[in-house]
């Protein structure tokens, strides 16, 4: 019995487990869009930017005005690069995370397959031992009976 309990605590822990791995994995997924959110929004931003520096530099603009065109597009550019270095190390976060969930899940899917083994080896044992039981009471039953002299009154 308090094997039992043991192994059902140790299914416990491996389930809690398997739990906080989906959880990280969840959050590492949410992090990875909003990660690619906010590149997407860095991309609209510099084209909108671009368009908007295209419709304006038509009119004509100076040396000084385009400089600062070109120094603000680089460091939208260096963003967006700063972005996607972001989201590569999300995207491994979010392999790992999966790595994790797998593991843990195969990890429980033993874990309850053993519970089941040792819940069923448990079950044939208490079996056995009331069969054997059973077969004890009718043998003495039987010894009783055919030790009692048949009297009639």
């Not at 991309?43 to 600062?68: C, D, I, K, M, P």
């Not at 972005?83 to 969930?101: H, M, P, T």
Request: proline share 1%; charged share 30%; aromatic share 4%.
């Amino acid at each position: 019995m308090a094997n039992e309990r043991q192994i059902e605590t140790v299914v416990e822990v491996a389930s809690m487990r398997r739990d906080d791995c989906l959880r990280a994995l969840g959050q590492a997924r949410q992090a990875l869009e909003q990660g690619q959110q906010q590149l997407a929004q860095l991309h609209s931003y510099a084209n909108e930017s671009q368009a908007r520096w295209n419709q304006r530099a038509s009119q004509g603009v100076t040396a000084q005005l385009l400089h600062h065109h070109r120094q603000f597009m680089a460091r939208i550019d260096e963003a967006a690069r700063f972005q996607d270095d972001v989201l590569k190390r999300l995207d491994a976060e979010v392999l790992r995370c999966e790595q994790r969930v797998h593991e843990a899940e195969r990890e429980l899917a033993a874990l309850n397959k053993f519970a089941e083994r040792k819940r069923q080896a448990s079950s044939h044992a208490a079996q056995r031992r009331d069969q054997k039981h059973n077969d004890e009471m009718a043998a003495n039953a039987h010894r009783r009976q055919a030790n009692t002299p048949n009297w009639r009154p």
